[in-house]
């Protein structure tokens, strides 16, 4: 958030840190929604807190560990998933040849 942007009363302001003190925060989110979604975090120890449009007063903080399966694991998805749409596509085209 860029430092004279003013806020409205019905916006909130997400920050985002690496430290529960928030020695260096990060404004990852400022509207009106009272639900985000964040992607695309290595894997680490995340905390954020919240607070309403011009007020000084944030919430209590919340700890958020990301952690991502290993690189073999994410290709034996991958595997497994391109094996079941092999076997889709041999269905559907048995199927519609047997329609022929």
Same mark, same amino acid.
């Given at each position: 958030m860029q430092p004279t #942007?003013?806020?409205s009363s019905s916006q909130y302001e997400l920050q985002q840190a690496d430290n529960k003190e928030f020695t260096n925060p990060k404004t990852v989110y400022v509207g009106p929604d009272e639900a985000a979604v964040i992607s695309g975090l290595p894997s680490q120890l995340y905390f954020y807190r919240v607070r309403l449009a011009n007020k000084n007063e944030w919430?209590?903080? &919340? #700890?958020?560990?990301v952690k991502h399966h290993?690189?073999?694991? !994410?290709?034996?998805f991958f595997a497994l998933g391109a094996g @079941?749409? !092999? &076997? @889709? &596509?041999?269905?559907l085209i048995k199927g519609a040849r047997e329609r022929n």
């Open positions: #942007q003013k806020l919430s209590t903080p &919340i #700890q958020v560990e290993s690189l073999v694991r !994410a290709f034996g @079941m749409f !092999a &076997i @889709m &596509i041999i269905v």
